[in-house]
């Protein structure tokens, strides 16, 4: 079982930036993969971004290609992202996940933090 921690969330102004992390312990899958996905209030989980362990190919959601950046810390087994340029719209749960994926399908992730909140102003 994989253990994900977040942290880095919280209050922003629209247009300003915050990082997330996300450390991973405990077993890991083949194919590994990380990602991050995020939930408003009375909305669906909606996928916004993933990374490959083995070669860091990166996938992202339309919404937020340009503005956010996942990456990946081999060595602290932690993952981040980073997000500019953000929204009020964007203000959600984001969640951490991880997975066996190789073609960074939602479907993959199966392991799941448990959140932390990102709010944006107006």
């Known amino acids: 079982q994989v253990q994900l921690v977040e942290s880095g969330g919280g209050l922003v102004q629209a247009g300003g930036s915050l990082r997330l992390s996300c450390a991973a312990s405990?077993?890991?899958?083949?194919?590994?993969?990380m990602g991050w996905f995020r939930q408003a209030p009375g909305k669906e989980r909606e996928f916004v971004a993933a990374?490959?362990?083995?070669?860091?190919?990166?996938k992202y959601a339309d919404s937020v290609k340009g503005r956010f950046t996942i990456s990946r810390d081999n060595a602290k087994n932690t993952v981040y992202l980073e997000m500019n340029s953000l929204k009020p719209e964007e203000t959600a749960v984001y969640y951490c996940?991880?997975?066996?994926?190789?073609?960074?399908?939602?479907?993959?992730?199966?392991?799941w933090g448990q959140g932390t909140q990102v709010t944006v102003s107006s």
């Open positions: 990374i490959r362990w083995s070669d860091g190919r990166t």
């Open positions: 996940a991880a997975g066996s994926s190789y073609f960074l399908l939602r479907t993959d992730f199966t392991s």
């Open positions: 405990g077993r890991t899958f083949s194919n590994y993969a």
